[in-house]
Structure formats: structure tokens, C-alpha cells
């Protein structure tokens, strides 16, 4: 039994140096048994330990690396967005520049056209200057996107700041002009308008569709009495019936009978003028009525004091006859 006993430990001889005595250490063999098996045990652990640490370590690091890849491509993406955006702009800088250019020179267009008006104003003419502009190229002539070319030359950021201070500028130019010609037009316009009611209703047009005159203004004798008077007017000859028009624009003020005038109508005119109709054999308007030049007013007759189908036309300025031939020209006119 003694033996059996002896056979299941074991003796581990320790040796420090020659100095030393050697020491023995009696075992079991469970137990040595035991000790490398837990170092095995501890190693494993420790090496399984160390392998779910570094496979986290490793999870973690991939969610950073996939998160700073994301990062990039957000960045990316911005930079690309941001890029895309500086070119948009600058297009649309381009395209502002063009557009305030154009609109510039359409506003000194107009504004010159304002100062032909003012010149047509000032003259009291029928006609407008000619426009000078007729020669500039237009924008709106051609699609500008087919009729275009040219080498590329990249802008550089600095030209599109210029650029657009430059195009910041023309807008206040243009802004400037336009307060400018948004007081004046007004005023313009108004003055366009009296010099048009003023043309139109200047008596220049001949009153008959007959231009034989039989007596003119002044003095003569009288085919009844035959002593000398003064005939205000002009007596034009025509057969009864014929049209008689109004020789200017304006209103009319009288559309009556008298026993010397007969049948007459007055109308009054722009600048202090009237002129008057007699012996009219039918009136065709009435006290009142606005009559545009060249507008029918009457047939002509021989009513009142006459000695035959004629229209005696007069011109009267500020409350005095006037000869009538300086406001109107007869054509082909047979009075000798």
C-alpha cells in the first residue's frame, strides 16, 4: 500500500547552485497533472480574451473608417454641390451683365426717343425725327444659343467679382435713368398730347371738295348793293349738296340760322381760333359735338344772303376775322 502511495507522487529535486543544499519537493501526479493543465486553461482564456478585444477593437475602427467615408462623400458631395453652385452663379452673373447691358442700351434708346419728342414738341411738327438706332444690333433678333462660338477661356474668380460689381453698378445706372425719365415722360407725354390737340385742331385742312374761289378776304362790293365792304371770309363755289368738312378738330359752339348767314356752324379750335360755315343748305351736327379734322359737318347750300350754291368759310382769332388762305392751301384753285 506504502508502495502504491509512493508510485502516485513525484520528487522535484530544486538546485540554486553548489553552494546550496538540494532541495526535493514530493508531488502528486494529479497535481502535477493539474498545473499545466491550468496553465493551458489560463492561456487559452487570456488568448480567447485577447481575440474578442481585438475583433471589437477591429469593429469599431471599420465603423470609423466606414463613418469617415461617409464623412468624404457628404464632403465630396458638398464640394461637387458648392462647385456646381459657383458655376450656376456665374452663369447667372454672365447672363445678368448681358441682360443689363441690353436693357441699358434700350433705355438710352428710349430716353433719345424722349428727346426726339421733345424736339418734335418744341418744332410743332407732324413728323418724328428718324431713330438713329436702326443700324445697333438687336438681342432679340436670333436665338443666341445657335449663332454663337469661340475658343474657351476659363473666368477666374476675381474677373466675376469685377463682373458683378460691374453689372451692380449699370443697375444703378439704370436706375438712376429710370427716376429720371419717370419724371419727365409724364410731363413729356402731356406736352405730346396738347401739341397733338393742337396740330389736329389747327384749321388746315380745305373745307370743300371744290377749290373754285369766287371772293376773297378783304374789301370789295357787295353783289347786292355794290358799294364797297368787307368780306370776312373766303367764298368757295360748289353745287348744292356737296360735303362740306370741318377744316380743323375742336367744339362745336354754334349750329344755327340767321337771315344773312343761314344756315351756319361755328367751331372752336385750340390757340383763341374759330371758324365759321354759312349758307349751308343741311347741318349735320349740332351745338356741342366734338368734330374731328376732316370730319363731315354739313352739305353745302345757299342760304341766308346768297346769290348761289357756295360755302363762305371764315377764320376768326381771338374774336377778329382773319384771312383764312395762311391757315389753309387750296389745290389747283381757279380764284384769279
Given at each position: 500500500?506504502?508502495?502504491?502511495s509512493?508510485?502516485?507522487?513525484?520528487?522535484?529535486?530544486?538546485?540554486?547552485?553548489?553552494?546550496?543544499?538540494?532541495?526535493?519537493i514530493?508531488?502528486?501526479?494529479?497535481l502535477?497533472?493539474?498545473?499545466p493543465?491550468?496553465?493551458?486553461?489560463?492561456l487559452?482564456?487570456?488568448i480567447?480574451?485577447?481575440?474578442?478585444?481585438?475583433s471589437?477593437?477591429?469593429?469599431?475602427?471599420?465603423?470609423?473608417?466606414?463613418?469617415e467615408n461617409?464623412k468624404?462623400?457628404?464632403?465630396?458631395?458638398?464640394?461637387?454641390?458648392?462647385e456646381q453652385?459657383?458655376e450656376?452663379?456665374?452663369?447667372?452673373i454672365?447672363?445678368?451683365?448681358?441682360?443689363?447691358?441690353?436693357?441699358q442700351?434700350?433705355m438710352?434708346?428710349?430716353?433719345?426717343?424722349?428727346r426726339?419728342l421733345?424736339q418734335?414738341i418744341?418744332k410743332?411738327?407732324?413728323g418724328m425725327?428718324?431713330?438713329?438706332?436702326?443700324?445697333?444690333?438687336?438681342?432679340?433678333?436670333?436665338d443666341?444659343?445657335?449663332h454663337?462660338g469661340?475658343?474657351f477661356?476659363?473666368?477666374?474668380?476675381?474677373e466675376?467679382?469685377?463682373?458683378?460689381?460691374?453689372t451692380?453698378?449699370?443697375?444703378?445706372?439704370?436706375?438712376e435713368?429710370?427716376k429720371?425719365m419717370?419724371?419727365k415722360?409724364?410731363?413729356?407725354?402731356?406736352?405730346?398730347?396738347?401739341?397733338q390737340r393742337?396740330?389736329?385742331g389747327?384749321?388746315?385742312?380745305?373745307?370743300?371738295?371744290s377749290?373754285?374761289?369766287?371772293?376773297s378776304?378783304?374789301?370789295?362790293?357787295?353783289p347786292?348793293?355794290g358799294?364797297?365792304?368787307?368780306?370776312?371770309g373766303?367764298?368757295?363755289?360748289?353745287?348744292?349738296?356737296?360735303?362740306?368738312?370741318a377744316?380743323g378738330a375742336?367744339?362745336?359752339?354754334?349750329?344755327?340760322?340767321?337771315g344773312?348767314r343761314?344756315r351756319?356752324?361755328?367751331i372752336?379750335?385750340p390757340n383763341?381760333l374759330?371758324?365759321?360755315?354759312?349758307?349751308?343748305?343741311?347741318?349735320q351736327?349740332k351745338?356741342?359735338?366734338?368734330?374731328?379734322?376732316?370730319?363731315?359737318?354739313?352739305l353745302?347750300?345757299?342760304t341766308?344772303?346768297?346769290t348761289g350754291?357756295?360755302?363762305?368759310?371764315?377764320?376768326?382769332?381771338n374774336?377778329?376775322p382773319?384771312n383764312?388762305?395762311?391757315y389753309?392751301r387750296?389745290?389747283?384753285?381757279?380764284f384769279?
Amino acid at each position: 500500500m506504502k508502495r502504491a502511495s509512493a508510485n502516485r507522487r513525484m520528487t522535484l529535486l530544486v538546485m540554486r547552485d553548489a553552494q546550496h543544499s538540494v532541495k526535493q519537493i514530493h508531488l502528486s501526479k494529479p497535481l502535477m497533472m493539474a498545473v499545466p493543465a491550468a496553465a493551458v486553461l489560463s492561456l487559452s482564456g487570456l488568448i480567447l480574451a485577447l481575440q474578442a478585444h481585438s475583433s471589437q477593437a477591429i469593429s469599431q475602427l471599420e465603423q470609423k473608417v466606414t463613418l469617415e467615408n461617409a464623412k468624404n462623400l457628404q464632403l465630396q458631395n458638398s464640394v461637387n454641390s458648392r462647385e456646381q453652385s459657383i458655376e450656376r452663379l456665374q452663369n447667372e452673373i454672365i447672363k445678368l451683365s448681358t441682360q443689363a447691358k441690353d436693357m441699358q442700351q434700350r433705355m438710352q434708346q428710349v430716353d433719345q426717343l424722349e428727346r426726339q419728342l421733345q424736339q418734335f414738341i418744341q418744332k410743332h411738327g407732324t413728323g418724328m425725327a428718324a431713330d438713329d438706332s436702326s443700324d445697333k444690333a438687336s438681342s432679340l433678333s436670333r436665338d443666341a444659343s445657335q449663332h454663337v462660338g469661340g475658343e474657351f477661356v476659363a473666368v477666374h474668380q476675381n474677373e466675376m467679382l469685377d463682373l458683378a460689381r460691374e453689372t451692380k453698378d449699370d443697375f444703378q445706372e439704370m436706375q438712376e435713368l429710370l427716376k429720371m425719365m419717370e419724371s419727365k415722360i409724364p410731363q413729356t407725354l402731356q406736352k405730346a398730347q396738347e401739341t397733338q390737340r393742337q396740330i389736329a385742331g389747327s384749321p388746315t385742312l380745305w373745307p370743300t371738295e371744290s377749290k373754285v374761289m369766287t371772293s376773297s378776304f378783304g374789301y370789295r362790293t357787295d353783289p347786292f348793293t355794290g358799294r364797297a365792304s368787307f368780306h370776312a371770309g373766303i367764298d368757295i363755289a360748289g353745287d348744292n349738296g356737296e360735303p362740306v368738312y370741318a377744316a380743323g378738330a375742336g367744339k362745336v359752339i354754334a349750329a344755327d340760322q340767321s337771315g344773312a348767314r343761314g344756315r351756319y356752324i361755328v367751331i372752336e379750335h385750340p390757340n383763341g381760333l374759330q371758324t365759321w360755315y354759312m349758307h349751308l343748305s343741311k347741318l349735320q351736327v349740332k351745338e356741342g359735338d366734338s368734330v374731328d379734322k376732316g370730319e363731315q359737318i354739313a352739305l353745302l347750300g345757299s342760304t341766308g344772303r346768297s346769290t348761289g350754291p357756295h360755302l363762305h368759310f371764315q377764320v376768326v382769332k381771338n374774336d377778329k376775322p382773319v384771312n383764312p388762305l395762311p391757315y389753309i392751301r387750296a389745290q389747283n384753285s381757279e380764284f384769279d
